[in-house]
């Protein structure tokens, strides 16, 4: 039986995703069903003078209204609501806790009816006046006000000294609008009250046991009452890390009537919800005549809540990619009348490298070079920051390989020089970084007498293929056919899971299941050694292997004992084993997945209509388990860094402090006729230093430094160089 690991295994939830079998949060049902409808804030900040239900309370079908007057008790602390991945600092959003107003569209009323659409027409019914404060929402208005986020590493040399010094010198200022996940999926949640108290929650999320422990939290629940199920998620991009409030209204509705309810969000209430904060980035750059960095010198700032501190400091990622004595960042909050921000794929680094990467193309224009050539003798082999080596680095070879696929060597430097008919063609290009972590992932592996086995932990699927790279990697280490093996994934009663997030999930989970794998294997050998004139007397553990059905010799494969014959000699149906991944702490290297993006631009030049006419995306990112999925999330990714470069924007009404376009057909995003040909190459890179199978992720990878690439193909194509996104037509005037 041939390996799995390493190749193009389509995904084993297809089918029931393609067949309309696979569930999500909003579509379990419950018997006496009740449906919820939110109430949204329609001021920005201040506090709920008086609320009228009464007219709500007298429409057919509504049960109840549920307000911060007549709610449940929640928690009154902060411990209550926070969660393994809360922001920095702050105290954490509570849905209808009180009658302040903290952002516009924040939830302050839960309709509660018989049926969905009664629920939504019943809200429309509840008058709620409000005394209003003075609020801003606009960052540029709080740009001098920003407080420093305290990061621990310091600045390398004086890199104001350095930068005057510095024969070529870039300073500019990179903007990046507020942008928002906008998954195909709502959020929603559905609560089933099982009449003794306990309650299954289906909740759109990329956390179960997360959610968990948030609920237990916030309504005082113990563990055993509260179990929380999110087979498949459609789509979050970060937004499903933190629980977001649908839950906990639904839970909050569940408690008070006694019933199961169903609440889920309508798309204008998913923009009251996570998101990509809006960040002004200004760096600078200093070179020599040379073309190698002497002072790099970032500050960013980012807007965040008034409640909560939420940051991902972009200038880390500019600190570490490239080679300077002296180099200088910081990171500032700006505090608005907004919701908290989230992480949004490739947090701080989507946004850091992007500055980090306009300005490397700008000042390789400066200097008269190849912005790859630029990037070559800038390149360093050390985490800038740690000044670390890195367990493994092959992002030459993805220049190499990215720019031969591309055809690179044809481009011409000067801009607006290359046509293709009535358009300008441009190419860019830019690196891309993230780090590579891994995190303590538990897992349950059942091995049957049929040669079935189950494979079981509470990790989360979020589109990514974890579902398929499970079975791949259970199916080769137990010898078995990826047929033969089911996982079951996103219930808080199975072995512990982080959130899936910042792409540790596939190395995390993979060794866990090595771990149990390996433990049957144990447990196998030990009974195999007993059996009379058994083959396998005399060997030790890592001289044998599951393989066809049989533990066997892995030098002589003839020496073979039937795991069938194995446990029914054990007299054992199943053997069971649940093991954690265990990384040993490598303080000695860096851990970082690379990249380099070349990109294709055609622009009309009387209409100034932009076309992505090509990507070609070279990744390393140590071993790939699967590289059908794994190209599929880079795609996912590229497709994400056009629309950050030339699509997606919230506009505010700062006069209101609301979201103008906050539904798909006025935000923009990229849709099947502004994406044309993608090609993802995987770099080889082999890293026995990271973990035992020499995996490291590629959910966040893919976005980075695809935007920046864009826009450096845009001034390649034009002549013109703009620095806020999204690069629309009007800029280009």
């Not at 999320?205 to 609920?215: A, C, E, K, L, S």
Request: proline share 4%.
């Amino acid at each position: 039986m041939a390996p799995t690991i390493g190749t193009p295994t389509s995904r084993v939830d297809g089918r029931a995703k393609v067949m309309g079998h696979a569930k999500y949060a909003a579509e379990f049902n419950a018997p006496d069903l009740v449906h919820g409808a939110v109430v949204s804030s329609t001021i920005t900040k201040g506090r709920i003078a008086r609320i009228d239900v009464s007219h709500a309370l007298a429409f057919p079908g509504v049960l109840d209204v549920v307000t911060h007057d007549n709610r449940p008790d929640m928690a009154s602390t902060d411990k209550g609501y926070h969660d393994d991945v809360a922001p920095e600092g702050g105290s954490p959003f509570r849905p209808l806790f009180d009658d302040r107003i903290r952002f516009n569209g924040q939830p302050v009323a839960l309709v509660l009816a018989e049926d969905f659409e009664t629920a939504t027409f019943a809200a429309t019914l509840v008058n709620i006046e409000y005394e209003k404060d003075k609020f801003t929402t606009e960052l540029e208005a709080r740009r001098q006000e920003a407080h420093v986020i305290e990061k621990p590493h310091k600045p390398r040399g004086d890199a104001a000294k350095a930068f005057a010094k510095a024969a070529v010198r870039h300073e500019a200022e990179y903007v990046i609008p507020r942008e928002y996940h906008n998954p195909m999926e709502l959020f929603g949640a559905t609560v089933v009250w099982d009449g003794g108290g306990k309650l299954t929650i289906y909740d759109k999320t990329q956390g179960v046991q997360n959610v968990q422990r948030y609920i237990c939290g916030v309504f005082a629940l113990k563990p055993d009452d509260v179990r929380v199920i999110s087979p498949y998620v459609g789509g979050a991009f970060g937004s499903g890390l933190r629980p977001q409030y649908e839950v906990a209204l639904a839970t909050l509705g569940a408690l008070k009537l006694e019933r199961s309810v169903r609440l889920m969000l309508t798309r204008a209430q998913m923009y009251g919800l996570s998101y990509r904060p809006e960040t002004i980035e200004r760096i600078a750059l200093g070179a020599n005549s040379g073309g190698t960095l002497d002072a790099i010198t970032y500050e960013a700032i980012a807007m965040t809540s008034q409640y909560e501190d939420f940051s991902r400091t972009d200038g880390g990622w500019a600190e570490q990619l490239y080679a300077s004595a002296n180099a200088r960042y910081a990171h500032k909050l700006a505090s608005l009348d907004v919701a908290t921000p989230g992480d949004m794929r490739a947090p701080g680094a989507a946004t850091g490298v992007y500055a980090l990467e306009s300005a490397m193309d700008e000042l390789a224009v400066a200097l008269k070079l190849d912005p790859v050539e630029l990037r070559l003798r800038c390149y360093s082999d050390r985490d800038q920051v740690s000044g670390l080596p890195y367990s493994s680095k092959q992002l030459k070879a993805c220049y190499q390989q990215g720019a031969e696929a591309f055809g690179w060597a044809r481009r011409s430097a000067e801009p607006r020089s290359m046509r293709d008919g009535s358009e300008l063609v441009g190419w860019g290009m830019a690196s891309g970084v993230w780090e590579a972590l891994q995190m303590p992932f538990s897992t349950r592996i059942v091995l049957t007498a049929n040669g079935h086995a189950e494979v079981s932990s509470a990790a989360s699927d979020i589109g990514t293929g974890t579902y398929t790279i499970m079975a791949q990697i259970a199916a080769d280490m137990l010898g078995v056919s990826v047929d033969s093996v089911s996982v079951k994934l996103a219930d808080s009663t199975l072995p512990t899971a982080q959130v899936e997030g910042g792409s540790w999930t596939a190395a995390s989970v993979a060794h866990a299941i090595v771990n149990a794998a390996d433990d049957i294997k144990k447990e196998l050998l030990s009974i195999a050694q007993e059996m009379p004139g058994s083959p396998l007397k005399g060997l030790k553990l890592d001289d044998v292997v599951l393989a066809d059905g049989a533990i066997s010799d892995k030098q002589d494969k003839g020496r073979a004992v039937p795991v069938a014959d194995v446990m029914r000699h054990g007299r054992l149906e199943r053997v069971e084993k649940e093991r954690s991944s265990d990384f040993k702490e490598d303080d000695k290297h860096a851990h970082n997945t690379h990249s380099a993006i070349f990109a294709e631009v055609k622009i009309d030049e009387e209409l100034g209509i932009i076309r992505v006419t090509r990507v070609v995306n070279a990744v390393a990112a140590g071993r790939i388990i699967n590289t059908k999925t794994a190209s599929s999330q880079v795609i996912g990714s590229v497709v994400g860094g056009i629309g950050m470069a030339l699509h997606e924007e919230a506009l505010t009404d700062h006069a209101f402090g609301r979201i103008m376009n906050a539904n798909i057909a006025e935000y923009h995003i990229p849709v099947n006729a502004d994406i044309h040909d993608i090609k993802v190459i995987f770099v080889d890179e082999p890293d026995s230093t990271i973990n035992a199978l020499g995996i490291k992720g590629v959910g966040e990878i893919g976005i980075v430094g695809v935007a920046a690439a864009v826009a450096n193909a845009v001034y390649h194509a034009t002549g013109k160089r703009v620095r806020d996104l999204p690069i629309t037509l009007d800029k280009l005037d």
